[in-house]
């Protein structure tokens, strides 16, 4: 019986390496190193200009490993764990060695189903129609943060599970996070998705993703609707994205309209218009008691000039303006300046960045 049975402890521990002989499995590091010098005026209302090294001028600073076993009849595991870190003081972000991104799953012709931290669909389509965001990431004061950065639910679910497929034209992602919470599976849920039609030049896309609070009271509703149509080395976008908090019926709203150029093949060339609002009952998001703000509206326009000087380094100037009135004042300076300006009419801030980035 002793013998019978050590014969199958050595026969389980040796099948995963006789199956690996045949099936192919692979990892790869890469990453992105992006740093950038960039002043700002008036940031936070105040009339007090900033000089700084920012961690990411365009495109976050991550590494990564990603891999995938073959596992036949077309499908495969799949894992990614991507870190993000700052390059101004070499520090991780986001608090986890893997903030950016960590999960595990399985992939096949019938598309991807994966399990941890992940984008939401918000993240994945919303960004697909920033006309500042394609050439490599969005970029430090990107006119997608007015408004406090909230248009993307947190870009990142916790204790999730992702479905992505695709069919013909069209992909779909349709994204669930567990609350966790004691006394309700509602308490904390997440719940979105999002589908991306592309063909010939034209591409279109939609994505709707809510949060329950921890204590399943209230709900955070985020929207985003856009199009990109190429001509030639141009590409026109315009888009939409939307944000609704039960508390206070606080109301939020970003257009914007712009275009990419491909210039020559090392030079990228993008300019962008926005405007923003908010109304209701909209309040600072940072203050440990928060402070009545109201409604208010921006518009912002930015220019992003990217050089590549090969495949993997490319050097980058942006620059942007921004004029804030009423209550989006109040959450400009606070976002920006750590502390929100409430008794002006309005503030108006202008940046200019130069950087540079490494892909490996």
Request: no cysteine.
């Amino acid at each position: 019986m002793h013998k019978t049975a050590l014969r199958w402890l050595l026969a389980g521990a040796l099948l995963p390496a006789a199956g690996g002989s045949h099936a192919q499995s692979s990892v790869n590091l890469y990453g992105v190193v992006s740093t950038a010098v960039r002043y700002t005026s008036n940031i936070d209302g105040l009339h007090h200009d900033q000089a700084e090294l920012v961690a990411s001028g365009i495109g976050g600073s991550r590494w990564g490993l990603k891999g995938e076993n073959d596992l036949g009849s077309g499908n495969k595991a799949v894992f990614l764990l991507e870190n993000g870190f700052g390059t101004d003081n070499g520090q991780t972000a986001y608090n986890a060695l893997f903030g950016r991104q960590a999960y595990v799953g399985l992939a096949g012709a019938w598309g991807s189903l994966t399990f941890g931290r992940q984008y939401n669909a918000l993240n994945n389509v919303g960004w697909s129609f920033n006309p500042l965001d394609q050439s490599l990431g969005n970029f430090w004061s990107d006119p997608l943060y007015l408004g406090g950065d909230i248009f993307f639910q947190d870009y990142r679910i916790n204790n999730s599970v992702v479905y992505k497929g695709t069919l013909g034209p069209v992909t779909v992602q349709l994204d669930y996070g567990f609350g966790e919470q004691p006394g309700g599976a509602g308490k904390g849920q997440t719940l979105g998705g999002g589908a991306m039609y592309q063909k010939g030049p034209l591409a279109l896309g939609l994505s709707y993703d809510q949060r329950h609070t921890a204590d399943g009271a209230g709900t955070v509703r985020n929207w985003s609707a856009g199009g990109s149509y190429a001509v030639g080395k141009t590409t026109l976008y315009l888009g939409h994205m939307g944000r609704h908090e039960d508390a206070g019926a606080a109301r939020f709203g970003i257009y914007f309209a712009g275009l990419g150029h491909q210039a020559t093949p090392a030079l990228h060339l993008s300019a962008a218009y926005y405007r923003y609002q908010q109304s209701g009952g909209v309040t600072t998001q940072f203050q440990a008691t928060p402070q009545w703000l109201g409604g208010g509206s921006a518009d912002a326009v930015a220019a992003v000039a990217d050089y590549a000087f090969s495949k993997r380094t490319s050097l980058f100037l942006e620059v942007d303006a921004v004029r804030a009135r009423g209550g989006a004042a109040g959450r400009e300076t606070e976002y920006w300046g750590g502390s929100p300006v409430t008794a002006s009419a309005g503030t108006t801030r202008f940046g200019v960045m130069l950087g540079m980035r490494q892909i490996f």
